[in-house]
């Protein structure tokens, strides 16, 4: 049983290492989006990130909350970036809620 454990545990890491990050609009100010991920996260000035709807929520065991990623609502074009927060402009659809959700690609 230790060998399955380790080699599902392995596994698991794998899919992870390889799953991309997401990350949440925190705010938006003057026509700009503002998410928690840097230069940490792989980020730089100039990239575009596809914006989903993030108004979906499941409930499950112990009341979690957890947040369905919706369909693709806009882009943001990415101006400014920290290592641990960037910024961005609405490249296309309209300006979306916090909440929302931004993952790499467009």
Do not use: N
Not at 36 to 54: E, K, N, T, Y
Request: with cysteine; proline share 8%.
């Amino acid at each position: 049983m230790g060998d399955l454990g380790e080699e599902l545990g392995e596994q698991m890491g794998e899919v992870i290492a390889d799953s991309p990050w997401l990350a949440t609009v925190i705010a938006v100010d003057d026509g700009h989006c503002v998410i928690p991920a840097g230069s940490q996260s792989g980020i730089q000035a100039g990239d575009r990130l596809a914006v989903l709807d993030g108004s979906q929520t499941l409930t499950g065991l112990g009341e979690q909350r957890y947040i369905v990623p919706g369909p693709k609502i806009g882009e943001l074009h990415i101006l400014q970036v920290t290592p641990l927060q960037s910024s961005g402009a609405v490249e296309s659809g309209d300006l979306p809620p916090v909440g929302s959700i931004v993952v790499p690609g467009s």
